[in-house]
């Protein structure tokens, strides 16, 4: 069973920074995307941004120049360097990967993190 292990969530002070990672427990021989999505309360949720296993990264257009999603494939971690944070950003952060495939062919079309709190206020 895959397992999704998120950090780096938190309370920041608008302008401020974090980073977060999240790791896939388990063999797997690639990854095809892995990306960050973020749900407030009483909204749905949205994706924040997105990787492929060749590095071709999307945003949405909300974070687009302060966020930066990156990822290393030896440790199945995707990592999401949040700056010049604002009170918007105060969302349930989830990890989400997708296309695992293990070296055993086994394959797996999507899984989800358990979810970090991230707060930005004064």
């Known amino acids: 069973q895959v397992q999704l292990v998120e950090s780096g969530g938190g309370l920041v002070q608008p302008g401020g920074s974090l980073r977060l990672s999240c790791a896939a427990s388990?063999?797997?021989?690639?990854?095809?995307?892995m990306g960050w999505y973020r749900q407030a309360p009483g909204k749905q949720r949205d994706v924040v941004a997105t990787?492929?296993?060749?590095?071709?990264?999307n945003y949405a257009d909300s974070v687009k120049g302060r966020f930066t999603i990156s990822r290393d494939n030896a440790k199945n971690t995707v990592y999401l360097q949040m700056n010049s944070l604002k009170p918007e950003d105060t969302a349930v952060y989830y990890c989400n990967v997708e296309g695992l495939r293990y070296y055993s062919g086994t394959y797996i079309s999507s899984v989800w993190g358990q979810g970090t709190q991230v707060t930005v206020s004064s």
């Open positions: 388990g063999g797997f021989r690639n990854i095809a995307r």
């Open positions: 990787i492929t296993s060749g590095n071709g990264a």
